[in-house]
Each structure stands twice: as structure tokens, then as C-alpha cells.
């Protein structure tokens, strides 16, 4: 039954390729689904520790990310090798916490404040008193859910 | 009969297709955030700072990190590996031994009537500490917590306390309340 082509020869027929888009669509949705695209350009070097008694967190449109480690290579020559904030974008102090979590604040809807959690993504290689002066002034502006961004250990017992 | 509408040709569907998926997988980055959650104790105001709520000294755990990074639970030097050996007992006081936390009678939905102890851990570390210790002493109470919880669970219902429903763990929670209270920081001697 098969139909040939002029030139008589026996070919191989070609491979259907009407499945493709569908295929490559699942592939996408896929991707589209699990994506988070990245919040910021890091400015600080940061390698979290590692924890196994962790919670995933929930509502990511909730969560303000506080970033605590050296500046990159790039930026140490401005602003030196000791530990530094990183608030969006920018590098900042101790101080300007309170402003970050009010301006996060007023993109939220007023019924979700209480649920909105800052999310503080330090270096292990840091110094608690950073990290300290930091939830200080987190509890200033109650700011009161935190969450210690880790990696996951497994525990071997 | 109706005229065909023309085919609209599909071909180019999958280029199309391809360079979405292309962007989404360049643009991916597939970690979830995950760590330990905490809350954070309310602001105090300036004036109300008193000792007035006297904790027991048989109810409260120390656990204490100074800056080189050493720790001290109760008064004695203890290695990291130890400490949820150390909470877990604490915790449960399972002998009713004077020296660790005592216990009240509280009704429980599912248990009735239950000793709960009155165990708090204090949690003290230096200005100097390194956060890596910090979290890795927080990822052990917690592990202390989950694991009794976990083992209560077990006993009662034969399951893993992260497969009980909503009211079953409230009900777990109240016995094995996780209490970690953390002072504010001190600056044991030396320039941070």
C-alpha cells in the first residue's frame, strides 16, 4: 500500500514529528511550574549551613530575604571584606531593616502581614552579632516569623 | 457543502514551543527555600524589662556558646554530638528525676490526663559566635523535639508524627511544647 516517490528508490519513511510540540509543551509546562526566578543579583558571598530539622517555606510572595555574608570579590574594594547586609539590591546597614520590612510590607495586603516571614540567609562563617543586631531590629517592627535559610543534611542515625 | 478553512500550518509550533522552554530552563533555578523556622519573642518595652517570672533552675536547660565556638550545657563543656542526647532527656524527664524539669497534670485531647514538663531551654551564645554553630545547635533542639514528639506519636497511634492529622499533632504539641528561649545577645568580654 505504501505510496513511493518518483525516483523508484526504497526510502525510509520519515518519522512523524506532529508529536514534537507536544512533547516539548509538556517539557515547558514542566519548567513554567517549578521555576522561581531568581529575587536578586547577590552582592555577597553566601554559603548557607546545613540543617535537617527544616520546613519548606510556604507562599513565597510572602517571605523578604535579608542576605548576610562578604561582599563579593568584585565589590570588596569598596566596601571591605567584613560581613555585610544585603537588602534587594543594595548593600545596607543594621538601620535600614526597619524601612525594607515597611516597604515589603505596604506591597501586602493588610490581612497578611502577620503571615509574612523573613526569610535570613546568612553565611555560616558569620558572626552571631551581626545576625543578632539583625533580629534586634526585627523585633522592633515585629517582624517575629524568621526563618534560617539552610541546606538540607541528612541525619545518618 | 462548507468551504475548508485552510490549514494554519503547525510547523513552526515546536520552534516556538522550543524557545520558551529554552528561556524557562536558563531562567530555572530549581532550590526551594527551606530552613528552620523560628518566631522571634515580641519587643519588650524599655521600662517592663524585670526578672520578674522566676523560672526554676530544675526547669531550665543552658545551653551557652561563647566565641571561640565552645559550648556549655548546665556548667559543663559539652561536644555538639551529644547535646540532643542531653535535650531529649531533659525534656522528657523520663525517671521523674528531681533535678530535671518537673511536670504538671494537663488534660490533653486523645491522652486525658498527662504529666507535661515544664522544661525551657535557654539558648545564650556570644556576639563573636559563628552562625554556622548557632544553627547547627538550634538543628539539634529541634531535633531533640521532633524525635520525642515523633517517638509519642508512634506509641500512640503507630505513625510518624508528620502523617498525623491537624488535631492529633496539636494534641502531641501541647505535651512536647517546643520552648527555646533565647537571651539577648551579651558581649562576654572583648570588642565585638
Redesign the interface.
Known amino acids: 500500500m505504501g505510496k513511493f516517490r518518483d525516483g523508484g528508490k526504497k526510502e525510509v519513511p520519515a518519522i512523524s514529528t506532529s508529536s514534537l510540540p507536544d512533547v516539548v509543551y509538556m517539557l515547558l509546562f514542566f519548567f513554567m511550574v517549578s521555576t522561581t526566578m531568581k529575587e536578586v543579583d547577590l552582592k555577597v558571598s553566601m554559603n548557607v549551613p546545613m540543617a535537617s530539622e527544616i520546613k519548606k517555606l510556604e507562599k513565597k510572595s510572602l517571605v523578604s530575604y535579608i542576605y548576610i555574608g562578604k561582599p563579593k570579590d568584585k565589590f570588596q574594594k569598596a566596601y571591605g571584606s567584613e560581613p555585610r547586609i544585603q537588602l534587594n539590591d543594595a548593600f545596607a546597614d543594621v538601620k535600614d531593616i526597619a524601612d525594607y520590612i515597611e516597604s515589603e510590607r505596604q506591597q501586602k495586603d493588610e490581612k497578611e502581614i502577620p503571615l509574612m516571614t523573613t526569610s535570613l540567609k546568612v553565611d555560616e562563617d558569620t558572626k552571631m552579632g551581626i545576625v543578632s543586631d539583625v533580629k534586634q531590629e526585627l523585633r522592633k517592627v515585629s517582624a517575629l516569623k524568621i526563618n534560617y535559610s539552610t541546606k538540607k543534611k541528612v541525619r545518618n542515625n | 457543502m462548507a468551504r475548508k478553512t485552510p490549514d494554519i500550518p503547525?510547523a513552526s509550533?515546536?520552534d516556538t514551543?522550543?524557545m520558551?522552554?529554552i528561556f524557562?530552563?536558563v531562567?530555572?533555578?530549581?532550590?526551594?527555600?527551606?530552613?528552620?523556622?523560628?518566631?522571634?519573642?515580641?519587643?519588650v518595652p524599655k521600662e517592663e524589662i524585670n526578672d520578674d517570672q522566676k523560672i526554676k533552675e530544675r526547669n531550665v536547660l543552658i545551653v551557652l556558646i561563647n566565641?571561640f565556638d565552645q559550648l556549655m550545657v548546665e556548667n559543663e563543656p559539652m561536644h555538639i554530638s551529644e547535646l540532643k542526647k542531653k535535650a531529649k532527656e531533659f525534656i522528657e524527664n523520663p525517671a521523674d528525676d528531681p533535678n530535671l524539669p518537673e511536670k504538671t497534670v494537663k488534660e490533653i485531647p486523645f491522652f486525658g490526663n498527662y504529666p507535661v514538663s515544664k522544661q525551657v531551654i535557654s539558648l545564650q551564645?556570644?556576639?563573636?559566635?559563628?552562625?554556622?554553630l548557632?544553627?547547627?545547635v538550634?538543628?539539634e533542639l529541634?531535633?531533640a523535639y521532633?524525635e520525642l514528639r515523633n517517638e509519642l506519636s508512634q506509641k500512640k497511634w503507630g505513625k510518624r508524627y508528620d502523617d498525623l492529622d491537624k488535631e492529633q499533632q496539636d494534641a502531641i504539641k501541647k505535651i512536647y511544647p517546643q520552648s527555646i528561649s533565647e537571651a539577648e545577645?551579651k558581649?562576654y568580654g572583648g570588642k565585638?
Open positions: 503547525s509550533l515546536a514551543a522550543f520558551m522552554l524557562f530552563l531562567s530555572t533555578t530549581m532550590d526551594t527555600d527551606a530552613g528552620i523556622s523560628r518566631m522571634l519573642p515580641p519587643p566565641r551564645n556570644d556576639r563573636g559566635t559563628s552562625y554556622g548557632y544553627v547547627q538550634q538543628d529541634a531535633a521532633n545577645p558581649n565585638k
